[in-house]
Nanobody
């Protein structure tokens, strides 16, 4: 069973920085892709940033130039560095991992428990 454990959330002032971590129970290279999503109160969960197996990354327009997704294969951990934070970045941030079964092409999606990020003065 895949487990994803997020950490690093908290309260930060506008313009500040936070780094989120997502530690996986197994090798992150076993996943076809990993990403960070967020969900603000009353809003749908949205993709913030993703990284696929070959290392290519993708970002939501709202965070481009401010957030950076990266990974440490040796530590089985994916990070989200968040700079120049804004109040509208306030949300619960979730780590996600996706794995396609080679034989059946079934997509398995795994989620962490989420970590709260609050940007407020």
């Amino acid at each position: 069973q895949v487990q994803l454990v997020e950490s690093g959330g908290g309260l930060v002032q506008p313009g500040g920085s936070l780094r989120l971590s997502c530690a996986a129970s197994g090798s992150i290279l076993s996943f076809d892709g990993m990403g960070w999503y967020r969900q603000a109160p009353g809003k749908q969960r949205e993709l913030v940033a993703s990284i696929i197996s070959d290392g290519r990354t993708n970002y939501a327009d709202s965070v481009k130039g401010r957030f950076t997704i990266s990974r440490d294969v040796a530590k089985n951990t994916v990070y989200l560095q968040m700079n120049s934070l804004k109040p509208e970045d306030t949300a619960v941030y979730y780590c996600n991992a996706q794995q396609i079964e080679a034989r059946t092409m079934k997509l398995n999606s795994y989620w962490g428990q989420g970590t709260q990020v609050t940007v407020s003065s």
